[in-house]
Structures are given as structure tokens and as C-alpha cells.
Nanobody, 115 residues
Framework: QVQLVESGGGLVQPGGSLRLSCVARGSIYSIWTMGWYRQAPGKQRELVASMPSVGTTEYADSVKGRFTISRDNAKNTVYLQMNTLKPEDTAVYYC?????????WGQGTQVTVSS
């Protein structure tokens, strides 16, 4: 059984920063692909950033240059550093872990960018 627990969301002004964290509890290994997705009201869930164990990190065009995904395999934790936040970044952010056809999701953390 795997559980993903996100934290770090909240309310921030435009131009501000937040760092999201996701701790994986259970049998998550460094070979898993870890990622962040988001879903805004009335919109489909979309990929924000994805980091495989080997290979190229992927970012949505809308966050390139502003967001950075990183992982600490020793702590089973993946992070999303979000800088220069915009109102359109407002969404529920979900942590994702996948390997060999198996996918796990966190419960989500709300990020609201507003003045």
C-alpha cells in the first residue's frame, strides 16, 4: 500500500513563491517517476512537472522557468518549488507516482494566488 501526502499549499500574492512537498509512505522506490499535476475549477487535470528516475524532467509550457521539481529519494519526498506565481496558477495540486502501469495519487493541496 502506498500513500502520498502533500503539504505546502496556501494563499499567496501574485509574484510570490511556495514550495510543495509530497512524502511517499510505503513501497516507493527511486525508480518510480514522480510528478505534480493540477486541476483548476472547471478544467481538466493537467501535468505540471514530471521527474523520472532516469531521463529528462518535463514541465508544462506555462510553468517553465518558474517552477522546479526535485526529489530526495532517501526521504521518499518530491518537491515543487513555485516562483513568480500568477493568478492562473490557482488550482488543487496533486502529487503522482507511477511505475510499470501502476499509478498513485495524493489527496491534493490547494494553491490560491490572489491579491
Amino acid at each position: 500500500q502506498v500513500q502520498l501526502v502533500e503539504s505546502g499549499g496556501g494563499l499567496v500574492q501574485p509574484g510570490g513563491s511556495l514550495r510543495l512537498s509530497c512524502v511517499a509512505r510505503g513501497s516507493i522506490y527511486s525508480i518510480w517517476t514522480m510528478g505534480w499535476y493540477r486541476q483548476a475549477p472547471g478544467k481538466q487535470r493537467e501535468l505540471v512537472a514530471s521527474m523520472p528516475s532516469v531521463g529528462t524532467t518535463e514541465y508544462a509550457d506555462s510553468v517553465k522557468g518558474r517552477f522546479t521539481i526535485s526529489r530526495d529519494n532517501a526521504k521518499n519526498t518530491v518537491y515543487l518549488q513555485m516562483n513568480t506565481l500568477k493568478p492562473e496558477d490557482t488550482a488543487v495540486y496533486y502529487c503522482n507516482a507511477k511505475f510499470s502501469g501502476v499509478t498513485y495519487w495524493g489527496q491534493g493541496t490547494q494553491v490560491t494566488v490572489s491579491s
